[in-house]
């Protein structure tokens, strides 16, 4: 396996997984992983449908506990801690999120009662500051101006970017995002990628992990990549270590082809 080295103090790391399985029944979801992140890397986790990717998210998040081994956020071990407070220094991005918010509800809110740790609720007397904060973040990722829309009459991606401007609200220490491009259409996916590059490159951003199928989606500024397939660890480490054709053809099953342009990669089958 590529690129673990690291001999820091589990304590320090936002992430620490030692030897971790998921099971549900027979089935094993994730099988031994270990993987250690640490302040300020940007990890991508790329594999194919099914690999045990989101499972891998949903353990980071806090949202979800470990069949075996054992599992640190933030220097918390899952089991020991509250998870509530603990999740409340975290900022979740994932279709299962978008599904719960309520249609009607005005986009300048889905983003402001992250601050609250609720969602289809408008009745809170807001602090000036929060609306404030949250009208900055909505700029920032370019929808300003779909502040007092509500969040049933926006297309995919800018469902996507409010839900990511909710989950900096919070100001977390850890940033997760569950396939944020799925379902956008190229110009989407681009401006998508954009904007993540930009939250990427921000010193100030919070330490990311981001789960997709496609290289295609990387966003340049991700320093990390975790490939799993069939729930176990295909390879991990620093992108430009661990993202080559065999990786990624091991972790797809078939003989695929990666080219990198400019900090941008594709992949095709080869033939
Ligand atoms: N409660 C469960 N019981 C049995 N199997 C489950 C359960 N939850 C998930 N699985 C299976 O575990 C595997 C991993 O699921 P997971 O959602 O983590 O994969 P993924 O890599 O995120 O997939 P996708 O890319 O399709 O979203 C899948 O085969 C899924 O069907």
Redesign the pocket.
């Known amino acids: 396996m590529v690129g673990v080295t690291a001999q820091t103090d589990p304590d320090d790391l936002v992430v620490h997984m030692a030897d971790v399985g998921v099971r549900?029944?027979t089935?094993h979801?994730l099988t031994g992983v270990n993987w250690q992140v640490e302040v300020d890397e940007r990890w991508v986790v790329l594999?194919?449908?099914?690999?045990?990717?989101?499972?891998?998210l949903r353990l980071a998040g806090a949202e979800l506990h470990p069949t075996t081994g054992t599992v640190r956020v933030l220097g918390e071990q899952l089991g020991k801690v509250d998870v509530f407070e603990l999740r409340t220094r975290l900022g979740f991005c994932s279709a299962a999120l978008a599904n719960r918010v309520p249609p009607d509800e005005k986009v300048l809110d889905v983003v402001v009662s992250a601050g609250y740790a609720v969602l289809g609720r408008w009745r809170e007397e807001y602090d000036r500051l929060d609306t404030g904060r949250a009208e900055d973040l909505l700029k920032a990722l370019g929808i300003g101006h779909l502040a007092d829309r509500t969040f049933g009459t926006l297309s995919e991606g800018e469902r996507k970017r409010t839900l990511i401007s909710r989950a900096l609200m919070t100001d977390p220490e850890l940033l997760l995002l569950d396939?944020p491009a799925a379902g956008l259409d190229l110009g989407g996916r681009e401006d998508l990628v954009a904007r993540l590059t930009d939250l990427a490159d921000d010193p100030d951003a919070p330490t990311s992990i981001l789960?997709t199928?496609h290289v295609e989606e990387i966003p340049p500024g991700y320093t990390h990549l975790m490939l799993?397939s069939g729930?176990g660890v295909v390879a991990q480490g620093p992108i430009e270590d661990v993202l080559t054709s065999e990786n990624l053809s091991a972790a797809f099953g078939q003989q695929l082809e990666l080219t990198r342009a400019d900090e941008r990669f594709f992949a095709r089958r080869r033939t």
């Open positions: 549900r029944g089935t979801l594999g194919p449908n099914g690999a045990g990717k989101t499972t891998l396939e789960v199928h799993l729930g």
